[in-house]
């Protein structure tokens, strides 16, 4: 093997180790599960989007709220690293509460 391919195997082998890899697993109160992996660098949108397809017609886009450890709100834009999340962390899913004639529904009824 020639000396440069070695050193871009070192880099990419160094780069791997200091952005691992990671799954996480979204759950809802119907339990529903989604699994995904990402790096601690990537934004978890694409975790939220394979839980929206594993739904199906049951949840879209905005009824709800991604939480990790009851009371840290996941959105798209942050990264696990930020969230301080680790592999295998569960994001639950909640689905927004609507009041309606005078009582608190789920927003998807």
């Known amino acids: 093997m020639s000396p440069r391919r070695q050193e871009n195997r ?3 082998s160094v780069k791997a180790e200091l952005d691992p890899l990671i799954t996480l697993k979204v759950l809802d109160q119907e339990g529903r599960r989604a699994f995904h992996t990402i790096r601690m660098s990537d934004k978890p949108q694409g975790v939220m989007d394979a839980y929206y397809k594993k ?3 049951d949840v879209t886009y905005g ?3 991604f939480m ?4 840290v709100r996941v959105q798209g834009h942050n990264t696990p690293a930020q969230l301080d999340l680790d592999d295998e962390d569960e ?3 909640f689905f927004f509460l609507t009041m309606i004639g005078g009582g608190w529904v789920d927003a998807c009824v």
């Open 55 to 57: 739904a199906g017609d």
């Open 63 to 65: 009824t709800g709220t």
């Open 10 to 12: 070192r880099q990419v």
């Open 91 to 93: 994001i639950e899913f």
């Open 68 to 71: 990790f450890d009851g009371s």
